[in-house]
């Protein structure tokens, strides 16, 4: 089974301030994502990636960019983050074309105040 | 795009009680469908997939039905114990090559004692 890890698993930030948030696979899979979730909006997808060096717009991806340095890692950033942006954050990856079924990291709850 | 509704929101039963959590999905030619059970305070795990017909999938006290007619998937507990307790999220895959998931806003599930 997929190994994916996150960190920070929990951060306080401050209006305005930059948040990175790390993402690390370790099972060679192509396409990496990043989700928040919400209560009552279940998880919606900012960004995502199927190679290094290339990151795609998601549904939401307005307030973030995305990172992908390497296979194994990729990054959410949120430049100037906002109270609007306290969730819970994702990261999930999948082999490839033809398999489908994404393995989830363990979530970063992250609070703006 | 691809719009996936889940319903109910909220369900509650008796341990031994069946559930039932059903999604409607609008795209004709989604053709993967999942089922994730996330449990208070951790990540996402696939608890099961179904593929591009009218069928049914058991495993671990669940059975998922496929309609494709309909085009509506549904997730029966078919004698419900106080572990099912969990958030439960439909995913659909449909047509186009990122591997998107678009997933159902959730259904917490509570198994009464």
């Known amino acids: 089974e997929a190994a994916v890890t996150q960190s920070p698993r929990s951060k306080v930030a401050v209006t305005g301030g930059k948040v990175t948030l790390s993402c690390h696979q370790t099972n060679n899979h192509d396409y990496m994502y990043w989700y928040r979730q919400d209560t009552g909006h279940g998880l919606r997808l900012i960004h995502y990636s199927y190679v290094a060096d290339s990151t795609e717009k998601g549904d939401i991806p307005d307030g973030y960019k995305a990172s992908r340095p390497s296979q194994e890692n990729f990054s959410l950033i949120l430049e100037l983050a906002s109270l609007s942006q306290t969730a819970v954050y994702f990261c999930?990856?999948?082999?490839?074309?033809?398999?489908?079924?994404?393995?989830f990291g363990p979530g970063t709850r992250l609070t703006v105040l | 795009g691809e719009q996936v509704e889940q319903r109910p929101p909220h369900l509650s039963v008796r341990e031994g009680d069946s559930a039932v959590i059903t999604c409607t999905y609008t795209d004709p030619n989604s053709y993967y469908f999942f089922w994730y059970k996330q449990e208070p305070g951790a990540s996402l795990q696939l608890l099961m997939k179904?593929?591009?017909?009218?069928e049914i999938n058991e495993g671990q006290g669940f059975t998922v039905l496929l309609n494709k007619k309909d085009k509506r998937l549904s997730l029966n507990l078919t004698a419900a114990h106080p572990g099912d307790s969990a958030a439960y999220f439909c995913a659909v895959k449909s047509t186009g090559g990122n591997n998107k998931l678009t997933f159902g806003q959730g259904t917490v599930l509570s198994v009464i004692p």
């Open positions: 179904v593929f591009s017909s009218t």
């Open positions: 999930a990856s999948t082999p490839g074309l033809g398999s489908y079924e994404q393995y």
